[in-house]
């Protein structure tokens, strides 16, 4: 693909990339799973689905899992990774027996349709796979910080004492607190940040479903979950959730690097936090007969002040009844580039990294035995 190809290929909409995805499928008579999201659509009025690409014996061990738009915003850089990627596996499938490609697209389809990075119900599903029969983790840091994060008083003055009243917390509790209160996920503010939700969401049991269709005869899998925002700006930066040391965190230093797999730069250098619910714990559970080893991979967009901004600004997409149309576009236009900025030469960037660690992976799986 020359730059121009690789360019053309980042959509404008949802509906956009959904079509050039499945035409990207089809064209390598890929099996096709599309799962509709009933009750919403787009700002066109067109249906929502999670759509899925199969290539490779249907009983294949070996199997690479790759997510896009997971956090629904972030998709706009995923999806036409996923795309371009669908006719190079078919060719290198070519030459494989034992081996299965399994690409989602629009894990979160509503998030995707109207540049959120939250669901239907905002919930950030990268929070959602816990066991809601269990109670869910506490954030009781974070109870104080949504006032601060999401002020009621959205003036420009309300704004100004938020963030300075946000920046005392800072002072005192140290911005690893902040990060790992903000991130690890909450369970109790419905209409805040980084929301887990109550129950099991659509989404998650919609990845349920392609797994016991597709990965149920898998016995090693190689997943990769892609996000953007946070690393170096088109950077990629890795969050391998494998037991740190263990075999399947050695196998992702192999594929892609110790280096880069082990890489604290995401959040200001500060520890990693205690995340929980995450997609890539529920398909490893989803999976649990297989060998699971991967992680998430973003692409870094803005610093790490100016992502917590995106959070912000994501929220207030949402819960801002005031929003004039004028606001709401140059909100909506920061928001697509804070997740996938319109720069040439960060899609370029993305794009050939985004391959060339996917094409790595592939082969790790190959080589897997
Ligand atoms: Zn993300």
């Not at 599309?34 to 009025?45: E, H, N, P």
């Not at 949504?146 to 003055?157: I, T």
């Not at 007969?289 to 929220?315: H, R, S």
């Amino acid at each position: 693909m020359n730059d121009a190809e690789i360019l053309g290929l980042y959509p404008v909409s949802y509906a956009q990339a959904r079509a050039r995805f499945l035409a990207a499928a089809h064209a390598v008579h890929a099996t096709v799973d599309s799962q509709l999201l009933s009750g919403y659509a787009d700002a066109m009025g067109d249906p929502l689905t999670l759509d899925a690409a199969y290539l490779g014996p249907k009983d294949a061990s070996r199997v690479l899992v790759m997510l896009a738009g997971t956090h629904g915003s972030e998709g706009y850089a995923a999806s036409p990774l996923l795309t371009a990627f669908l006719p190079q596996a078919s060719r290198w499938l070519e030459h494989q027996g034992d081996i299965g490609v399994l690409l989602v697209h629009a894990v979160n389809p509503y998030g995707f349709a109207h540049v959120l990075r939250t669901n239907e119900h905002n919930v950030d599903l990268n929070r959602n796979f816990i066991d809601f029969s269990k109670p869910v983790p506490g954030n009781p840091e974070y109870r104080t910080l949504h006032a601060l994060l999401c002020p009621a008083d959205r003036s420009d003055s309300g704004a100004r004492a938020a963030r300075a009243a946000l920046d005392a917390w800072m002072a005192e509790h140290g911005q690893a607190s902040f990060f790992d209160a903000l991130f690890r996920g909450q369970y109790e503010v419905p209409e805040g940040l980084i929301y887990g939700g109550t129950e099991r969401q659509w989404s998650n049991r919609a990845l349920q479903a392609l797994a016991e269709r597709f990965l149920g005869q898998a016995r090693r899998i190689a997943f990769v979950d892609w996000h953007t925002g946070l690393g170096e700006y088109g950077k990629p930066f890795f969050l391998c959730f494998n037991e740190f040391g263990g075999p399947e965190w050695e196998r992702c230093c192999a594929w892609w690097g110790r280096d880069a797999v082990e890489t604290r730069g995401g959040f200001n250098g500060a520890a990693r936090p205690r995340y929980s619910g995450l997609v890539f714990q529920g398909m490893r559970e989803f999976c649990e007969q297989a060998e699971f080893a991967g992680a998430v991979i973003e692409f870094g967009t803005t610093p790490p002040d100016a992502t917590i901004a995106g959070l912000q600004l994501d929220n207030r997409l949402r819960f801002d009844a005031e929003l004039g149309d004028a606001q709401r576009a140059a909100l909506l236009e920061q928001a697509m580039e804070s997740f996938c900025p319109q720069d040439p030469q960060w899609r370029l960037d993305v794009m050939q990294e985004g391959l060339a660690i996917a094409r790595r992976a592939f082969d790790g799986l190959c080589a897997w035995s």
